[in-house]
Each structure stands twice: as C-alpha cells, then as structure tokens.
C-alpha cells in the first residue's frame, strides 16, 4: 500500500514536472549555424527551465518563412546577422518591442531597432586588411573608406560582391551621411580600383591580400579570428598569419560597424521566455561563449573579445552612427552599386 502511493506520487510529480517542463519553451529561428550555439542553449535551459526549439536556415530562407506562417507563426525569437536583415524584417511589421530594462542598460541606444524591436548581440566590424609584408600601420595609419576612391589604390583593392548584405551595409552609411550624390561618385571610384572581379567570400579578400593579388582588402574583422582559430584549416591560418587589420577613418567618423542581433516577433506565444533568452544572451556568461566562437565584438562591455582578434587592438573609434539606417538605405545603396558597375 505505501509503496502504491509512492508510486502514485510519483508519477503525479513526473506528469507535473514534465506539464511545467513543457509548458516553459521558446522557439529560436537562427541564421547561425555554430553548433558551439548549442551548448549556449543548454546553459540557458539549466539556469531558467525553458526548453529552446531551434530552427536553424539561412537568413533570407528564416525571413521568407516568417512572412508567410505570419500570425501563426511558432517563432518567438529571430536570430539573423547584420542589421540590414533585421530592419527588413521590422519593416515587415513582424517584430514587436523587446520590454526589458536589462536589455536596455547594457545594449547602446544605437545597436537597437528604433523601438527595440530588435537588438545587437555583438558587433563585428567592416575593416581593411594589408599584407604585413607589404605596408606598414604608420604608412596606413590615415586611411579611411572615404579615401579608398582615390587613383592610388588603382587595380589594388579585393572586395566582394554587390549582393552581400555586409557590403550594401558599408554604402549605406555612407548614404545617410554623405547623400547619394557623394557616395555615388566615391562607389564610381571605388570600383575602378578593384584589383579584380568581386568573388568570393570576405575570407578569399583577405587571402587575395596574403597572396599579393591585391594590395588591401575590405571584410568582416571576425573572419581573420576565424582564420587564425585554424578552423579553416593549414592554408587560411598562413594567409592569417600574413595580414593585419586597419581600422579605417580614424581621425574621421570611426570604423564601420555591423551586428548579429535579435528580435522577438509578434506572433511570439512565450514572449516572457523570449525576454528572458535575450537576457541571457547578453549575460556576461552567454557573451563570453559567444565572441570566444565567432570572433565577434561583444556587446556587453563587461566581456572582452577573443584573444584571437583583441591582439590587432581594441581602442579603436567606432562609427557611432545608428545601425539603422543600414536598412533604411539598403535599396538605395543596392541601386546605387548597380548604377556604378559594381558587380
Ligand atoms: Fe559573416
């Protein structure tokens, strides 16, 4: 009889555990594929109970999915890169106001959708990369994007596609600066300075500098962490080895930076536990894992970045501009960089 009712006690604890379990969720769609995330995820379950349901695609696939599941979507959370994807995606009207005074104090004004419907999770920064055997810091030290049309650097600049996200990015802020006047004329400039057809990714730019198939190179400053991991293998880490990083406009407006950031949507159903996973994602702990996996900035300034980046310096100037207007100018930009020949 008493070890019935122990039984049955127990199996009303297991139903209830598991109804409490089930009921605390958050559903994740993510454009990043780390599988170092997924031990961020199982901390998080640890410390708050909240069972975390990943969707991971590419960005566009995420977004696209989104629009159409609309209000019945199961998302509560999206996860993308570059703020251009998350401005998209609050035009849209899928975003709600993440309410979280947490959030607010340790995430700048300037790395948040206009009424937080979306955040920065780190920072990762559109740098120029010169061989070290080549050039160095003090003859360089100067530069800045804007410089970058001038004859000097004919046939000597590596840089991508114009149907990368990072690059439309980097003219619209210069856009919303400068005009379009201005920034067309600089594009015009740029492009003849391309010391071949844009290919690949930021990480074959940064080899063509090691290479000394172009002189500098424009890419994402995590890359060069990544190369140097050795994650990439022999090669890349060599080609590391030979490049350094210049943070560009210095003595002007500030390097060019952009975001992996999130947002909850508006069909979200748990939208608590959507607050508090952004929360833990910006904990010092979350943080930490996360820049020492991708080579990010951190956005929590309390956490540093990987050794692996923090070596090319971290007192640089950033651009303080509103990472939103990289979305409001992202047509502007794409026609713009249509208009010059940028390919
Ligand atoms: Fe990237």
């Given at each position: 009889?008493?070890?019935?009712?122990t039984f049955?006690?127990g199996l009303?604890f297991?139903?209830?555990?598991?109804?409490?379990?089930?009921d605390?969720?958050?559903?994740?769609y993510t454009?990043?594929?780390?599988?170092?995330?997924?031990k961020l995820?199982e901390d998080?379950?640890?410390?708050?109970?909240?069972?975390?349901?990943i969707i991971?695609?590419?960005?566009?696939?995420?977004i696209?999915?989104?629009?159409s599941?609309?209000e019945?979507?199961?998302a509560?959370i999206l996860?993308t890169?570059?703020?251009?994807n998350?401005?998209?995606?609050?035009?849209y009207?899928?975003?709600r106001?993440?309410?979280?005074?947490?959030?607010?104090?340790?995430?700048?004004?300037?790395?948040?959708?206009e009424?937080?419907?979306?955040?920065?999770?780190?920072k990762?920064?559109?740098?120029?990369?010169?061989?070290?055997?080549?050039y160095?810091?003090?003859?360089l030290k100067?530069?800045s994007?804007?410089?970058?049309?001038?004859?000097e650097w004919q046939?000597?600049?590596a840089?991508?596609?114009?149907?990368?996200?990072y690059n439309?990015s980097?003219?619209?802020?210069?856009?919303s600066r400068?005009g379009?006047?201005?920034?067309e004329?600089w594009a015009?400039g740029l492009v003849?300075?391309?010391?071949?057809k844009?290919?690949g990714?930021?990480?074959?730019q940064?080899?063509?500098v090691?290479?000394?198939e172009?002189?500098l190179?424009?890419?994402?400053?995590?890359?060069l962490g990544?190369?140097?991991s050795?994650?990439?293998?022999?090669?890349q880490?060599?080609?590391g080895?030979?490049?350094?990083?210049?943070?560009p406009?210095?003595?002007k407006?500030?390097a060019h930076?952009?975001i992996?950031?999130?947002?909850?949507?508006k069909?979200?159903?748990?939208?608590?536990?959507?607050?508090k996973f952004?929360?833990?994602?910006?904990?010092?702990?979350?943080?930490?894992?996360?820049?020492?996996?991708?080579?990010?900035?951190?956005?929590?300034?309390?956490v540093k970045?990987?050794?692996?980046?923090?070596?090319?310096?971290?007192?640089?100037?950033?651009?303080?501009i509103?990472?939103?207007?990289f979305?409001?100018?992202n047509s502007a930009?794409l026609?713009?960089?249509?208009?010059?020949?940028?390919?």
């Open positions: 009889m008493k070890l019935k009712n049955s006690l009303i297991f139903l209830f555990s598991n109804y409490v379990f089930l605390k969720e958050v559903n994740v454009s990043r594929h780390y599988d170092s995330d997924a995820y998080f379950t640890k410390e708050s109970g909240i069972k975390v349901n991971s695609a590419r960005g566009k696939a995420l696209e999915r989104l629009r599941e609309g019945n979507s199961p509560d996860i890169v570059d703020s251009g998350l401005w998209k995606v609050q035009d009207g899928l975003f106001s993440i309410k979280s005074s947490l959030i607010n104090s340790v995430v700048p004004k300037n790395y948040r959708g009424n937080d419907e979306w955040i920065a999770l780190a990762r920064a559109r740098v120029i990369f010169y061989n070290k055997n080549k160095s810091y003090e003859d100067k530069l994007y804007e410089d970058l049309d001038s004859r046939n000597k600049l840089i991508r596609s114009s149907n990368n996200l439309q980097l003219v619209a802020s210069l856009i400068y379009e006047k201005y920034t004329n015009k003849k300075n391309f010391a071949r844009p290919q990714n930021d990480r074959a940064i080899i063509a090691a290479n000394n172009a002189d190179a424009i890419a994402n400053s995590y890359y990544l190369m140097l050795g994650k990439k293998g022999e090669k880490l060599s080609a080895k030979k490049v350094n990083i210049l943070f406009s210095q003595e407006n500030g930076i952009n992996s950031g999130a947002g909850i949507l069909s979200a159903k748990n939208y608590e536990n959507a607050i952004l929360e833990f994602m910006i904990s010092e702990k979350a943080q930490k894992h996360l820049v020492e996996n991708t080579y990010e900035y951190p956005i929590n300034s309390k970045p990987s050794p692996l980046i923090a070596q090319f310096g971290l007192k640089f100037k950033e651009d303080s509103k990472v939103s207007e979305g409001k100018y930009a026609k713009l960089m249509d208009r010059v020949g940028w390919q």
